[in-house]
């Protein structure tokens, strides 16, 4: 079974995909309903009537209330059963569980651990969002056939980009580059620069560089799959002040990875960028380059998984480049066995 930390916000749908009529999607093995009430508002049930365990997504949104397509019992979005046809008291088990979830980032998150502890400062900040002077691609979705984990990994990992990424943002010059590896009370950050190389492709393309430049690859990963890169490049020489970074080549790529089951995720992304924020034919340019670059991601992930699978093993050696990934996944262990029961006998 996979380690899943349930006390944590995850993104469940982008906005848009939340209207009035009711979406099924699994989350971390369970299967969840949403809809948009009637103030707009999203709300979040399992999607499991308790009396026979019919999907309530193959019933009716009426109201804010969701009727089960069996045998029409109604629950409101606290999960409250309000109507039982042909049977007047209602049982106190007649209920289903609702999710906390909140809209942020033009995305709907969702809570599925304990209600109390759901806190939405929690949710990790998406630096320049909205801002002027920075273009926004979102709405971005993919589906893997790899463990969530796997994709962490791969998420952490500046090395693999010389090698998986040829086509979009990887250069051969930073293959023998070290990667610095920095860990948080939340988080872990690998990040590297490669310094007086040509452009990559992506810097050719968007940039506006004098010649070689210096490019920077910083690899965040907020527990417990909340992923972001932030990547650019400068002329070579520039001060690599914030300001100078801002000033050069930059974006923010944010991957909001969401187990689905065992071996499969949804992955949710979105980019900020400073270059070109308003010019339409950049953000088409963008999606298809980022998509691309995930999907080359996305195919040797997937061949990872069914070996893993089919051989029982994770890995047979480990590298130095993996220090960044193990740490994450003993940070998920220390997580997801904080969440079980403690035994008080």
């Known amino acids: 079974m996979a380690q899943f930390i349930h006390n944590a916000w995850y993104v469940a749908a ?71 046809p042909g049977q007047p008291n209602i049982p106190p088990s007649a209920k289903v569980r609702a999710f906390p979830v909140v809209e942020r980032y033009n995305a709907v998150w969702i809570w599925m651990g304990e209600p109390e502890l759901a806190d939405p400062s929690q949710i990790v900040e998406v630096p320049h969002y909205g801002e002027d002077g920075w273009g926004l691609v979102d ?15 791969n998420l952490v990992d500046p090395a693999h980009t010389t090698y998986v990424h040829k086509r979009t943002i990887g250069g051969a010059s930073a293959s023998d580059v070290s990667v610095k590896v920095e860990q948080g009370d939340s988080h872990v950050l690998a990040y590297r ?23 920077w690859q910083y690899y965040y990963l907020h527990m417990p799959s909340v992923s972001y890169v932030d990547f650019g ?11 100078n970074k801002d000033k050069g080549l930059r974006s923010y ?78 940070m998920v262990e220390r997580r997801v066995a904080a969440e079980q029961p403690t035994d008080s006998a």
């Open 139 to 153: 709405g971005q979705y993919l589906h893997f056939k790899s463990n969530y984990l796997n994709i962490t990994d």
């Open 14 to 84: 982008w906005s848009e995909e939340v209207q009035r009529k009711l979406l099924p999607r699994t989350i971390l093995n369970e299967p969840v309903v949403m809809y948009r009430r009637e103030n707009g508002e999203p709300a979040a049930l399992l999607d499991s009537c308790p009396h026979k365990l019919a999907p309530l997504s193959l019933g009716e949104l009426k109201g804010d209330e969701v009727e089960c397509g069996y045998h029409g019992m109604m629950f409101d979005c606290t999960g409250k059963c309000s109507r039982i």
């Open 193 to 215: 620069w490669i310094k007086d190389e040509p452009p990559v492709p992506l810097f050719e393309k968007m940039g506006n560089f004098k010649g070689n430049t210096d490019r």
């Open 253 to 330: 790529s944010f991957n909001f990875l969401t187990p689905e089951t065992d071996s499969t995720t949804h992955y949710f992304w979105l980019h900020v960028r400073n270059y070109h924020p308003t010019n339409e034919d950049v953000d088409r340019d963008v999606e298809h380059l980022m998509t691309l670059t995930f999907n080359e991601d996305l195919d040797i992930l997937e061949e990872i998984q069914k070996e893993q699978d089919r051989t029982g093993i994770r890995e047979r050696v480990r590298l130095g480049i993996d220090n960044a990934p193990a740490r994450i996944r003993k």
């Open 233 to 243: 490049g400068i002329d070579t020489g520039v001060e690599p002040t914030e300001d």
